[in-house]
């Protein structure tokens, strides 16, 4: 009988270790830098060109100038390294000079609290909705009411401002529940809208007044009293600076007396002369500050105090200006009243002057009588509002949009389209997808309108033509126009991206959601946008990351972003030169802020991650 073979081994083979090639970081090389002689090439070609920028672009960050006050005192710190030429070194001394006017452009020192604090509390307020697993869901409470305080904080004003914003949208949801009770969602919405509209634009203005008047008149005797308190202690504070400036002045000039002396001694003599003089600089520098600051407000209780004392006899005037404007808009030959009806005398003005319409000069006179009559009525009684508004005032210093700038400018224009163009974006993309065809065309409409506009092309009409749009006397902050029109432009963009993640979902999850009973946006809420989201995290991310580069564009229109400002840098004859520091700054601080929003969709993505593999 022949041996039987067998074809299945019957003992296992001991465990072998992989060879050292394969695995750890030579098995990494081996597979990914040189698997072929063509990769190997590669590979080697791409060390050479890291190394050759490497060996450039390392010695000249590494530059030992950040204490440097000015590009000549730089080349000269670098000239004694042995390093000349354009490229010998970075002058980082105008970073430390400037980056507060980098970060905060023109907004008041003594204020810089408020902005810092408004963005501490804005990483609060994200915290519940980004780590929603990790932070307790009562801080959403904060997360909702923080849209009313990061306004409030950097623009200052009346404490009742955001709470007569909050009244409005409160007022503009029950207008909306009552209205789609009584018909449907759509009508609900409409009146919604138009309620918020008249509120925010009327409304608001109204019931402000009428607390200004109300509580300047309550605090007008005490508030005269107290500013001449002040007035005098500003006085007295100042009289001790100037001597102290005097001091600071004297000091500098004994220290630089011997400057000639010092230059004819060498560098090092001369240097060491600086630093001594140093000191008495800072001092004198530190005085000046305050004094201006001082001047400031000085000058801002003086302003105040003569404006008291002018409203008593502005309000006893006011009837007078009226009974006058009033007598002379009536004395007007009844040809101009009934144009007067009918397009207004500052239209009727404007077409005699542009030779449409023609008046006897008589009553071309008493025309501009009237204008000019009622043009001084409307001055003193915006001047007897604005005094009534300061008085009243209890809240946060005001701050013009124009000491805006820098990065604060960047991020408070990026947040605010950010937060507003996602929830505009997913009622886009709905609106484009419904079966109502208003809602639907006019949902295309803006969407393809938007997206074929520049966004360059819509801050130019921001900050020239929308108060063209407005009620007469109403002002529109010039940051408030840029904001809309970059939210506009942002959640174009969203709607599509979110309606490609509501088109890539299969036709069964609608079915399911309508097997469930669940009405539209029960549907939209629990089912589909979950979803669609999810898949559309990627193209979400990418938006707000253009947005948040795209703010550097309002340096065109005459807002002070990083860019803009460093330019004024520049011109500064100190720092007359530098240009790439400060634009690899503003580099850095942008890639940080846009790595870490794409570090957190990754993060996103793998926490939502619900596939088998």
């Not at 501490?120 to 801080?139: E, Y």
């Not at 295309?444 to 074929?452: D, L, N, Q, Y």
Request: proline share 4%.
């Amino acid at each position: 009988m022949s041996k039987q073979l067998a074809y299945v081994r019957t003992e296992m083979l001991p465990q072998q270790t992989p060879p050292v090639t394969s695995v750890g970081m030579l098995g990494w090389l081996r597979g990914n830098l040189f698997s072929g002689w063509l990769n190997t090439g590669l590979t080697l070609i791409s060390l050479v060109a890291i190394i050759m920028v490497l060996s450039a672009v390392v010695p000249w960050v590494l530059s030992p100038t950040w204490q440097a006050t000015s590009l000549t005192e730089c080349r000269g710190i670098l000239h004694e390294l042995g390093r000349d030429g354009h490229f010998s070194g970075a002058c980082w001394g105008v970073i430390r000079d400037r980056w507060v006017q980098l970060f905060f452009g023109f907004y008041p020192a003594d204020l810089y609290w408020r902005p810092i604090l408004a963005f501490l509390l804005l990483a609060v307020a994200l915290a519940p909705i980004l780590f929603s697993d990790k932070v307790p869901a009562k801080l959403l409470w904060f997360s909702a009411a923080f849209p009313l305080l990061f306004p409030w904080l950097l623009w200052g004003g009346a404490f009742w401002g955001p709470l007569l914003i909050l009244a409005g949208l409160v007022l503009a949801y029950l207008v909306f529940l009552q209205v789609s009770r009584a018909s449907s969602t759509l009508p609900g919405l409409i009146a919604a809208v138009i309620f918020a509209a008249a509120w925010f634009l009327w409304g608001m203005g109204l019931i402000t007044g009428a607390i200004n008047y109300g509580l300047g008149s309550a605090r007008m005797e005490g508030t005269r009293a107290a500013l001449e308190l002040r007035v005098d202690g500003l006085e007295t504070r100042e009289a001790e600076i100037d001597q102290a400036i005097a001091s600071a002045q004297d000091a500098v000039r004994e220290v630089m007396s011997g400057e000639a002396e010092a230059v004819a001694s060498g560098d090092g003599a001369y240097r060491a002369l600086i630093a001594r003089a140093a000191a008495p600089r800072d001092r004198l520098n530190t005085l000046q500050s305050e004094k201006a600051l001082l001047d400031e407000a000085l000058f801002s209780a003086q302003s105040l105090l003569g404006r008291i004392e002018v409203l008593k006899g502005q309000e006893e005037a006011l009837p007078r200006l009226k009974q006058e404007a009033e007598a002379a808009r009536a004395a007007l030959p009844r040809t101009v009243r009934k144009i007067d009806t009918d397009i207004g005398l500052e239209a009727l003005k404007q077409r005699i002057l542009s030779g449409e319409a023609k008046v006897p000069a008589e009553d071309m006179a008493q025309l501009d009588r009237v204008l000019g009559l009622e043009t001084n009525l409307r001055s003193v009684i915006l001047a007897i509002d604005r005094t009534y508004a300061d008085v009243a005032m209890i809240g946060l210093r005001p701050v013009t949009s124009r000491d805006f700038g820098g990065m604060m400018l960047s991020i408070t224009i990026g947040v605010v389209a950010i937060a507003c163009s996602l929830p505009l974006g997913i009622l886009l993309a709905l609106g484009r997808r419904s079966d109502m065809m208003i809602v639907k065309y006019l949902c295309v409409g803006f969407i393809e309108f938007i997206r074929g506009v520049p966004l360059i092309t819509l801050l130019f009409v921001a900050s020239t033509l929308l108060n063209i749009f407005m009620p007469p006397d109403t002002k529109f902050d010039i940051i408030l126009r840029v904001l809309i029109m970059v939210t506009l432009f942002a959640s174009a963009y969203m709607a599509e991206v979110i309606r490609g993640g509501l088109a890539a979902l299969p036709k069964g999850q609608y079915e399911g959601a309508d097997s469930l009973g669940l009405n539209y946006w029960q549907a939209q809420r629990l089912v589909i946008m979950p979803q669609a989201l999810k898949i559309s995290i990627p193209g979400i991310v990418s938006t707000f990351i253009g947005v948040f580069k795209d703010t550097t564009l309002v340096s065109i229109i005459g807002l002070l972003d990083p860019l803009g400002l460093s330019n004024s840098i520049r011109a500064d004859a100190n720092w007359n030169g530098i240009v790439w520091e400060l634009y690899g700054f503003i580099a850095l601080i942008f890639f940080l802020f846009c790595f870490g929003m794409s570090r957190y969709s990754m993060y996103l993505e793998r926490k939502l991650q619900t596939g088998h593999r």
